[in-house]
């Protein structure tokens, strides 16, 4: 995992979860991909690639370092 760069892309609040997701993929050099969801029943949805949770945990602060940031 690549620690070193972040892209910043914007938070928006009018995205579909599938419209979150092609815009996330036209970036083609992702390595590691983190999704954290919620599915038709409510139930938290987590999925990964090719990370350990205590990586997730570290992206996951990463992304809490992002939302705190005055814009």
Do not use: H
């Amino acid at each position: 995992m690549n620690n070193q760069k972040v892209i910043a892309l914007p938070a928006s609040v009018n995205y579909t979860p599938e419209q979150a997701l092609q815009s996330a993929v036209q970036f083609s050099a992702l390595q590691d991909v983190l999704i954290v969801g919620y599915d038709a029943d409510g139930c938290l949805l987590v999925r990964s690639s090719k990370m350990t949770r205590a990586e997730a945990l570290f992206l996951l602060e990463k992304a809490k370092q992002w939302a705190m940031e005055e814009q």
